[in-house]
Structures are given as structure tokens and as C-alpha cells.
């Protein structure tokens, strides 16, 4: 059996360079996401990725442990109002080396997205979820009460 090295690199290329163009088109969703979302709330919220290592990122560095699957980041997509400074997470994100799929996970949701459209729509599921509903709300100023929740004064 002869491999056709030079055809397999071509086919990698190609693929590297299909990654980047969906690459692009998912930052352009996200971008559109935000600016959405800030025309909406009167400029106060903005959405983005968010990269964390997990919450054993310093025990393996106490231990010189490297490249080990402990130290994996994290991302999450992230609801900020700067002005208040503060921020909310509304789901994790997960992104393929080649683009897609990607998943969003947020409250009892895991959706998969396995192009532009699908992940247009998951991030309008995620955006009029509830939980989401409740984490803005948090972040607008004046903060507004949830109803059926008080401050203690009366």
C-alpha cells in the first residue's frame, strides 16, 4: 500500500483553512449576539466568551503537574454590565477544534450547534430562557425586583 503524503498535507491545509473561515463566522454570531443585547438593555449588557482554568488549575501547579487534563480552561459565555461591574455566567461553551459542533450547557439544556443557523437558534433558546431572564435582571441598573422577591424592607 503507497500513502500520498503530499495529497494528505493538501487535505489538512484545506481543512485548516475551512476551520478558520468557521471560526470567524462563530465570533461574528457572538459579536452580533452582544450587539444585540446591549442595543437591548439600553447599553448595559454585553456578552462574551470567557476562558477559566478549571478549580484545579492551582493544586496542579502546586504540584508541578503539566499538560495534564486538570489544568483544562474552561469557557463560558458571560453576560457584563461595566458600569455596575459585574458579570453573570449564563452557560458553558464548548467549541470542536474544527469549529463545529459546538455546545452550549445552561440550566436543564445541553444544545449542540452544527452551523450558523443552529447556533443562531440555541443562543435565541438560551437568551429567553428563564434562568437567563433572572441573571439580566440582576445585571441591569437600577436593578429591578424580581417579582415575588424582596429586600427585607418593608
Not at 141 to 146: C, G, L, N, S, T
Request: a negative charge; hydrophobic letters at 40%.
Amino acid at each position: 500500500m503507497e500513502f500520498d503524503f503530499g495529497k494528505a498535507l493538501n487535505q489538512g491545509i484545506g481543512a485548516a483553512n475551512v476551520t478558520a473561515v468557521l471560526n470567524a463566522e462563530i465570533e461574528q454570531i457572538i459579536t452580533e449576539v452582544s450587539r444585540q443585547v446591549y442595543q437591548a438593555t439600553d447599553q448595559q449588557i454585553t456578552i462574551k466568551i470567557e476562558s477559566r482554568s478549571n478549580g484545579m488549575a492551582a493544586v496542579a501547579q502546586m504540584f508541578s503537574v503539566k499538560g495534564s487534563s486538570i489544568l483544562k480552561q474552561v469557557h463560558f459565555v458571560v453576560a457584563s454590565n461595566m458600569t455596575l461591574q459585574r458579570s453573570e455566567d449564563l452557560a458553558v461553551w464548548e467549541r470542536s477544534p474544527t469549529a463545529y459542533p459546538c455546545k452550549l450547557i445552561y440550566s436543564d439544556q445541553t444544545a449542540y450547534c452544527n452551523d450558523k443557523a443552529s447556533l443562531e437558534k440555541q443562543f435565541v433558546h438560551l437568551l429567553s430562557h428563564p434562568e437567563t431572564g433572572k441573571k439580566m435582571l440582576k445585571l441591569l441598573a437600577p436593578p429591578m425586583q424580581i417579582s415575588g422577591e424582596t429586600d427585607g424592607a418593608e
